[in-house]
């Protein structure tokens, strides 16, 4: 699914992480790790949206640096706390990022109702709970046709029924051949996920704790 080699990130000079080599097979991989470890900056220089040094490649054969366009058409994220203008609504991002991503209109009705974003589709997000962005910001992250979904902290703020529905669309995407990684300081249920293997991130590096 992707191969990292010879990756480092320094924020100001400051090493933040670094990845001799790490190569993932096409599953759903839990990163954890204690706050300020690297999750977010590992996620973000797989996203395409933080420069670093290194190679981190798809099995597509698809490079960030290389063809970005291609690349990020491959991956989607959706952040831990996401923030969006207040002045737009859910219509125009949803309308925004299905035209970027290539999403049919079926799977955004789908998306848009499975999540629950319906009641507020039309508000601008200025005026939406915690809750309501997450569901948003996770709509927007199963939009189009990745190979990789990446998601920081996916279920923090929703609610148990949400959760659910998360879990759902999860294993959906991953049955028609979707990989994720997601972070999550809350416990993932592991008969929900079919989780195949848990990293952690400490120490500036990346370690395979458990694979299952
Ligand atoms: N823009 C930045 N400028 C300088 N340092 C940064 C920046 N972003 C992150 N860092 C530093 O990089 C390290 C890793 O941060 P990161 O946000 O990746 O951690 P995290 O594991 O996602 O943490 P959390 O669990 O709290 O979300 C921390 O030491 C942090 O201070």
Redesign the pocket.
């Known amino acids: 699914m992707l191969t990292i080699e010879n990756y480092t990130k320094h924020?100001?000079g400051v090493l933040?992480l670094q990845i001799p080599q790490l190569a993932l097979p096409k599953g759903i991989f839990w990163i954890k790790?204690q706050?300020?470890?690297?999750?977010?900056?590992l996620f973000k220089s797989i996203a395409g949206l933080l420069p670093y040094e290194g190679s981190i490649q798809l099995e597509q054969g698809f490079s960030g640096k290389t063809q970005p366009q291609a690349y990020r058409m491959l991956i989607n994220f959706g952040e831990?706390e996401p923030v969006f203008p207040d002045f737009l609504t859910a219509k125009d991002l949803v309308n925004f990022i299905a035209i970027t991503k290539k999403a049919s209109p079926a799977q955004k009705e789908k998306l848009i109702n499975t999540l629950g974003i319906t009641d507020f589709y039309h508000k601008p997000c200025g005026t939406y709970s915690s809750g309501m962005l997450k569901k948003l910001s996770l709509a927007l992250a199963f939009l189009g046709n990745p190979a990789l979904i990446i998601l920081d902290e996916p279920l923090i703020t929703l609610d148990d029924q949400t959760v659910q529905k998360v879990y759902t669309l999860i294993n959906e995407y991953y049955a028609s051949g979707v990989g994720f990684l997601l972070s999550s300081h809350q416990n993932f249920g592991f008969s929900s996920l079919a989780i195949q293997a848990t990293y952690v991130?400490s120490q500036q590096t990346i370690h395979l704790q458990h694979e299952l």
């Open positions: 924020y100001n933040a790790g706050n300020g470890s690297g999750k977010t900056t831990a991130v």
